[in-house]
């Protein structure tokens, strides 16, 4: 499988990003930089507004789906459990 990140179109869309950009994804204070292989879609986020937000904001909450092996392997070191992650676009 190849390491890297499904992210949700319209986040991608909103930051201007696109398959095959890379991106940093953050959790614990664990920086890892990632590829963008694809966009995707899921129904259970049609309307999902952030944690600060009444309307969804896309430029401020998306998700992605990444393999676990990779999430484990390289973030979650000296963790077991995460429910966010935060990734930032890398000029």
Known sequence: MKEGIWLDHL???ARGLKP???ITIEAFGYKQEITILGLVMNP???YAPGEDDIVPNHANF???YIPADI???SLMQHFCRFNRITC???S
Do not use: H, K, T
Request: hydrophobic share 40%; net charge negative; glycine share 16%.
């Open 11 to 13: 986040f991608a869309e």
């Open 20 to 22: 095959g950009d890379n």
């Open 44 to 46: 259970e986020y049609v």
């Open 62 to 64: 998306g998700f992605g």
């Open 71 to 73: 999430m484990l392997a």
């Open 88 to 90: 930032e676009r890398r």
